[in-house]
């Protein structure tokens, strides 16, 4: 089977790292290692950055987790605004301003910041009050004469512009200052020199891109070329021997008398590039121009001059440039702000240009199955419902089970690993194995130029699951683990239930799993912690990452294990985790039944009412909750079919109801029901053909983000090792 040609990759934006860099004041200009420094306090620059991204996050995801964080990023740029129409800049830990007026280059881009949010703005307020400041801060410009204040003054006009159409003052600011820019270039430009001055040295791709904007804007096809032309070679001088991007180092940066440093190099370059090349994208209609973005973005991820990745899977944060010696450990704001704003702005571009996620691959994928389990040959029969999946073959440690396998399923049976992942017409594997296997095969997988899906849990230990993500980054290999509940009818209605804030709060939860034991004898791999990684990580990852994607990053807090009686066998084990700021969840997972009382219920307490799901993948609800007329009526619309009770009417016109302090209107106590009219094994199979086609758009397109990410798969095990930890403890 022929190779099909890779796609970019676009990782999900992990905002931990600003969370922890932001108090109630604003974003830490720094860190000692990932940890704020408060010495040196806060800066516009970096909170206009930060309001950038938080502004294109909401916009882009809609889930409110930015929302604060917005407004609080946009409070400080406003109150660094002078009468005079000045920004301050540097603020110390105590809040003091510590200057009256902050550089060029700062009030540009708390400008430009500005700017973003009135196009972006998630509501109107917002944008009124980004266009207000924005409108008293721009008559200083007129008086910049450096180019990079000159730029990013051009971008924050074609920003202001794009969200309010014709604006007199900003148009004839765009052309004064635009003209002016353009001289500087054509002045300087020449003898395979295009730029306009003579060193380039940080965020060099500002300049092309404000030209270019400009050029557009305009209507001068003569800025519009010099901007591509200067843009090209920007890139070129950048670019290494081998293929990948070399920034210009800050010991020396690059002079046109031929001094070019090597390091220190630092992450605001790679992010102009990927804005300057996505602009130059949108302007041209070159695709090319578009795996140029895609090209500076992967010097985040390891293709640098020293192969190591900048992004620190641990803390979400992204270390503070290359050093000859190696990674600079410091995880400041700068850093972090560009690796944010430069996946953001690839994501932004996919959604201007509608980019199709869900397209189909070319072609049929050739799968095979790496172990011969009874649950690999129930998911090749629903892969067998998928187009374009196109089952060639199956390998196992036992060749006796892999020939059993292969006969029962009309595949090929492979004597060795090696054999299969040579054979050219596998582009995909799907590893069903025990869970102390499951690191060390897709490793294998991934280094032949493999597609993997692995079974939970993606490894058993954290190390080795890190390892399994570089691995498929590296290779530019799509991955996936079967976390199935997450492809349940009620996973999405339940998540907007709590991000839309319906119920209230969540605050407290239940997940119950009475499992049945019976196909499990005491001599199966299940109850060897060295192969399976114990209950929590063999089986608790389902639950955990489930409501982690409902309530938000989780932290284990406590847990216990139990062991059979006269055994060493742990058939019960119980752990405590809180999730987001307030809500706590108990687990309990217990193989101690027979089949017929094999069950799971999932309990979710909210501020006006309780939610019980039902079943392994949930296929039940029941919520009985204190709700206004139009709030009933928004739920019935989230589960359509629901069957809606109303136990009682509360009293009065307009009924007032207190919790925790607050009063607000409610109307009636009611029982919404909705119940699936499919089985377990029904449930079970649409989950894992959902998956299957959520990993075939991401082989197709590796922009495409799968419903459960690699990330989210590391983040479960997380939990689920901090539980086994804690109970191993007790």
Same mark, same amino acid.
């Given at each position: 089977?022929?190779?099909?040609?890779?796609?970019?990759?676009?990782?999900?934006?992990?905002?931990?790292?600003?969370?922890?860099?932001?108090?109630?004041?604003?974003?830490?200009?720094?860190?000692?290692?990932?940890?704020?420094? !408060?010495?040196?306090?806060?800066?516009?620059?970096?909170?206009?950055?930060?309001?950038?991204?938080?502004?294109?996050?909401?916009?882009?995801?809609?889930?409110?987790?930015? +929302?604060?964080?917005?407004?609080?990023?946009?409070?400080?740029?406003? &109150?660094?605004?002078? =009468?005079?129409?000045?920004?301050?800049?540097?603020?110390?830990?105590?809040?003091?301003?510590?200057?009256?007026?902050?550089?060029?280059?700062?009030?540009?881009?708390?400008?430009?910041?500005?700017?973003?949010?009135?196009?972006?703005?998630?509501?109107?307020?917002?944008?009124?009050?980004?266009?207000?400041?924005?409108?008293?801060?721009?008559?200083?410009?007129?008086?910049?004469?450096?180019?990079?204040?000159?730029?990013?003054?051009?971008?924050?006009?074609?920003?202001?512009? !794009?969200?309010?159409?014709?604006?007199?003052?900003?148009?004839?600011?765009?052309?004064?200052? @635009?003209?002016?820019?353009?001289?500087?270039?054509?002045?300087?430009? %020449?003898? %395979?020199?295009?730029?306009?001055?003579?060193?380039?040295?940080?965020?060099?791709? =500002?300049?092309?891109?404000?030209?270019?904007?400009?050029?557009? +804007?305009?209507?001068?096809?003569?800025?519009?070329?010099?901007?591509?032309?200067?843009?090209?070679?920007?890139?070129?001088?950048?670019?290494?021997?081998?293929?990948?991007?070399?920034?210009?180092? &800050?010991?020396?940066?690059?002079?046109?008398?031929?001094?070019?440093?090597?390091?220190?190099?630092?992450?605001?370059?790679?992010?102009?590039?990927?804005?300057?090349?996505?602009?130059?994208?949108?302007?041209?209609?070159?695709?090319?121009?578009?795996?140029?973005?895609?090209?500076?973005?992967?010097?985040?991820? @390891?293709?640098?001059?020293?192969?190591?990745?900048?992004?620190?899977?641990?803390?979400?944060?992204?270390?503070?440039?290359?050093?000859?010696?190696?990674?600079?450990? &410091?995880? @400041?704001?700068?850093?972090?702000?560009?690796?944010?704003?430069?996946?953001?702005?690839?994501?932004?571009?996919?959604?201007?240009?509608?980019?199709?996620?869900?397209?189909?691959?070319?072609?049929?994928?050739?799968?095979?199955?790496?172990?011969?389990?009874?649950?690999?040959?129930?998911?090749?029969?629903?892969?067998?419902?998928?187009?374009?999946?196109?089952?060639?073959?199956?390998?196992?440690?036992?060749?006796?089970?892999?020939?059993?396998?292969?006969?029962?399923?009309?595949?090929?049976?492979?004597?060795?690993?090696?054999?299969?992942?040579?054979?050219?017409?596998?582009?995909?594997?799907?590893?069903?194995?025990?869970?102390?296997?499951?690191? $060390?095969?897709?490793?294998?997988?991934?280094?032949?130029?493999?597609?993997?899906?692995?079974? =939970?849990?993606?490894? #058993?230990?954290?190390?080795?699951?890190?390892?399994?993500?570089?691995?498929?980054?590296?290779?530019?290999?799509?991955?996936?683990?079967?976390?199935?509940?997450?492809?349940?009818?009620?996973?999405?209605?339940?998540?907007?239930?709590?991000?839309?804030?319906?119920?209230?709060?969540?605050?407290?939860?239940?997940?119950?799993?009475?499992?049945?034991? %019976?196909?499990?004898? +005491?001599?199966?791999?299940?109850?060897?912690?060295?192969?399976?990684?114990?209950?929590?990580?063999?089986?608790?990852?389902?639950?955990?990452?489930?409501?982690?994607?409902?309530?938000?990053?989780?932290?284990?807090?406590?847990?216990?294990?139990?062991?059979?009686?006269?055994?060493?066998?742990?058939?019960?084990?119980?752990?405590?985790? @809180?999730?987001?700021?307030?809500?706590?969840?108990?687990?309990?997972?217990?193989?101690?039944?027979?089949?017929?009382?094999?069950?799971?219920?999932?309990?979710?307490?909210?501020?006006?009412? $309780?939610?019980?799901?039902?079943?392994?993948?949930?296929?039940?609800?029941?919520?009985?909750?204190?709700?206004?007329? $139009?709030?009933?009526?928004?739920?019935?619309?989230?589960?359509?079919?629901?069957?809606?009770?109303?136990?009682?009417?509360?009293?009065?016109?307009?009924?007032?109801?207190?919790?925790?302090?607050? &009063?607000?209107?409610?109307?009636?106590?009611?029982?919404?029901?909705?119940?699936?009219?499919?089985? =377990?094994? #029904?449930?079970?199979?649409?989950?894992?053909?959902?998956?299957?086609?959520?990993?075939?758009?991401?082989?197709?397109?590796?922009?495409?983000?799968?419903?459960?990410?690699?990330?989210?798969?590391? !983040?479960?095990?997380?939990?689920?090792?901090?539980?086994? $930890?804690? +109970?191993?403890?007790?």
């Amino acid at each position: 089977m022929s190779e099909r040609a890779a796609q970019p990759v676009v990782p999900r934006v992990d905002l931990r790292h600003l969370q922890r860099m932001t108090d109630d004041t604003g974003l830490f200009q720094h860190a000692k290692y990932h940890v704020p420094d !408060a010495e040196h306090g806060y800066c516009i620059d970096d909170n206009a950055r930060a309001l950038i991204a938080a502004v294109l996050y909401e916009h882009l995801h809609h889930d409110g987790a930015c +929302a604060e964080l917005l407004d609080r990023y946009l409070a400080f740029v406003v &109150n660094a605004l002078n =009468k005079d129409g000045c920004f301050r800049n540097f603020m110390s830990y105590e809040r003091r301003w510590l200057e009256d007026v902050g550089s060029d280059d700062s009030h540009c881009r708390a400008l430009w910041s500005l700017g973003v949010a009135s196009r972006f703005a998630p509501s109107e307020r917002v944008k009124e009050l980004a266009e207000v400041i924005f409108d008293r801060a721009l008559p200083a410009v007129a008086r910049f004469e450096h180019v990079h204040p000159m730029a990013y003054t051009l971008v924050a006009l074609d920003e202001r512009l !794009a969200a309010s159409g014709e604006l007199d003052a900003c148009r004839e600011q765009q052309r004064a200052i @635009g003209d002016r820019f353009y001289e500087v270039w054509r002045s300087n430009a %020449g003898d %395979g020199w295009p730029w306009w001055v003579n060193m380039l040295t940080w965020g060099n791709a =500002k300049l092309p891109h404000a030209l270019l904007v400009t050029g557009r +804007a305009l209507g001068r096809d003569d800025m519009v070329d010099a901007a591509l032309r200067s843009l090209r070679w920007c890139i070129d001088v950048q670019t290494a021997p081998e293929g990948h991007l070399s920034v210009i180092g &800050n010991a020396g940066w690059l002079t046109r008398s031929g001094h070019h440093a090597k390091f220190d190099q630092q992450a605001i370059e790679a992010q102009c590039l990927v804005q300057a090349a996505l602009a130059a994208a949108e302007v041209t209609g070159d695709e090319a121009w578009l795996n140029e973005a895609h090209r500076s973005y992967t010097w985040f991820t @390891g293709r640098n001059d020293l192969g190591l990745s900048l992004i620190d899977e641990d803390t979400g944060g992204i270390y503070d440039g290359l050093q000859p010696e190696g990674l600079n450990k &410091n995880q @400041g704001a700068e850093s972090y702000l560009a690796h944010l704003l430069a996946a953001l702005e690839l994501q932004l571009y996919d959604q201007r240009h509608n980019i199709d996620v869900h397209a189909a691959p070319a072609g049929a994928i050739g799968f095979a199955v790496v172990g011969a389990s009874r649950f690999a040959q129930f998911c090749l029969r629903q892969y067998r419902q998928l187009d374009g999946i196109e089952p060639v073959g199956v390998w196992s440690r036992t060749h006796e089970s892999a020939s059993r396998f292969a006969a029962e399923n009309e595949l090929h049976a492979y004597d060795d690993l090696p054999a299969l992942l040579a054979d050219a017409r596998i582009d995909l594997l799907h590893i069903a194995t025990t869970p102390a296997s499951h690191a $060390e095969l897709a490793g294998r997988c991934l280094r032949a130029g493999k597609h993997v899906l692995i079974e =939970k849990p993606i490894a #058993t230990s954290l190390a080795d699951a890190r390892q399994v993500l570089s691995l498929a980054a590296e290779h530019d290999r799509a991955l996936a683990v079967n976390l199935m509940m997450r492809y349940g009818p009620l996973v999405e209605p339940v998540k907007t239930l709590i991000t839309t804030g319906l119920l209230g709060a969540p605050l407290r939860g239940s997940f119950t799993n009475y499992a049945g034991d %019976g196909g499990l004898p +005491a001599d199966h791999w299940f109850w060897d912690t060295e192969q399976s990684g114990g209950i929590f990580i063999e089986h608790g990852v389902h639950s955990f990452d489930l409501l982690r994607h409902w309530l938000g990053d989780g932290r284990t807090l406590a847990a216990h294990q139990q062991q059979r009686p006269g055994t060493t066998i742990v058939d019960q084990a119980t752990a405590e985790v @809180g999730f987001g700021t307030q809500t706590t969840v108990n687990f309990y997972h217990g193989f101690t039944q027979n089949h017929w009382l094999d069950r799971q219920r999932m309990r979710l307490l909210f501020e006006r009412g $309780e939610l019980r799901l039902d079943g392994w993948i949930a296929g039940d609800l029941q919520l009985i909750a204190v709700l206004s007329d $139009e709030q009933i009526e928004q739920v019935a619309a989230l589960l359509a079919g629901a069957q809606i009770e109303t136990l009682r009417r509360l009293p009065g016109d307009r009924p007032v109801v207190g919790r925790r302090g607050r &009063n607000e209107r409610a109307d009636a106590e009611v029982r919404i029901s909705w119940s699936g009219e499919d089985d =377990k094994q #029904t449930l079970y199979g649409r989950a894992v053909r959902d998956l299957m086609a959520d990993l075939t758009r991401r082989i197709a397109n590796r922009r495409h983000r799968m419903r459960v990410t690699p990330d989210d798969a590391v !983040a479960a095990l997380q939990l689920a090792a901090d539980a086994d $930890e804690l +109970a191993r403890r007790v």
